[in-house]
């Protein structure tokens, strides 16, 4: 069988009525050369069977639930594929995600990790552009993509990603480390922290992304984040402490570093 050059992998947990569209938005991309892992941490509704209907166009794989970053390394570690993608269950992607980041694979070979845009939909409808709620979006100017050579100040300093939106080597992924399983917030940045560790990142102003903020009978990670405002703080803590140890840091790293930590999360 022929090895396919991205993984898709889709955790979830109790998401029967959502992770059909997020899959769908996958089988629906004009790029064809994927897999598609779901990991299920442990669901009791109906998942299971609603992706039954899939057979074959998917790998299922049900863990006892043990939270979102021991399901993604599961799916990790079952991949095959040269890239991985992440997508929420409860996410979609545009129908040219994948074949756009396709083309920045190409055109920057050396480049270690490609991130999109996208736009958070929330309850009420309203809709939020990432980078530009981020003010990342002022460093475009008239460009519509940007290779970071020197990726980890910006990822620090901008600290807000879509994990949906983003592609990377599996190689690097493995080297830099998984997701570390203590954490349920700022998973994301530490991953991404420690991969811009190892090469250039490129980035995106297109929308290709839509993360959805939905009212559910448990927390998601963004609610988790501000209802559990000590857990927080602690888990960004630890997250650019961390960094700071690290070898091989620039000054302007270590400085952007320790003015995050300060300014945003010790405050």
Not at 97 to 104: E, K, R, V
Request: net charge neutral; charged share 25%; glycine share 6%.
């Amino acid at each position: 069988m022929k090895t396919p050059f991205v993984s898709v992998i889709i955790p979830t947990y109790n998401r029967g009525k959502y992770v059909a569209n997020a899959i769908e938005s996958v089988l629906s991309q004009t790029y064809g050369d994927y897999e598609v892992i779901v990991v299920d941490d442990g669901s009791t509704d109906n998942t299971k069977e609603n992706l039954k209907r899939y057979g074959d166009r998917i790998k299922y794989i049900y863990q006892d639930n043990s939270g979102v970053s021991s399901a993604r390394n599961a799916g990790i570690m079952h991949a095959t594929g040269e890239w991985i993608s992440f997508l929420d269950s409860d996410d979609e992607w545009n129908g040219e995600y994948l074949s756009t980041q396709i083309l920045q694979i190409k055109k920057f070979p050396h480049a270690v990790a490609h991130i999109m845009n996208g736009v958070t939909i929330f309850a009420d409808g309203n809709r939020s552009n990432l980078f530009a709620e981020t003010k990342l979006m002022d460093r475009f100017k008239t460009k519509q993509c940007l290779i970071l050579e020197k990726p980890l100040s910006i990822i620090v300093k901008y600290g807000s990603w879509f994990l949906d939106a983003s592609i990377v080597r599996r190689d690097i992924l493995l080297r830099a480390g998984l997701f570390d399983t203590h954490l349920s917030i700022a998973e994301d940045i530490d991953v991404f922290a420690r991969v811009a560790l190892e090469g250039p990142f490129t980035i995106c102003r297109r929308e290709l992304v839509e993360a959805y903020r939905r009212e559910e009978s448990f927390d998601s990670l963004s609610a988790q984040s501000f209802k559990r405002g000590i857990y927080r703080y602690r888990a960004f803590g630890k997250v650019y402490t961390n960094l700071l140890s690290s070898q091989g840091l620039t000054r302007v790293e270590k400085v952007t570093i320790s003015r995050t930590l300060s300014s945003n999360w010790l405050a």
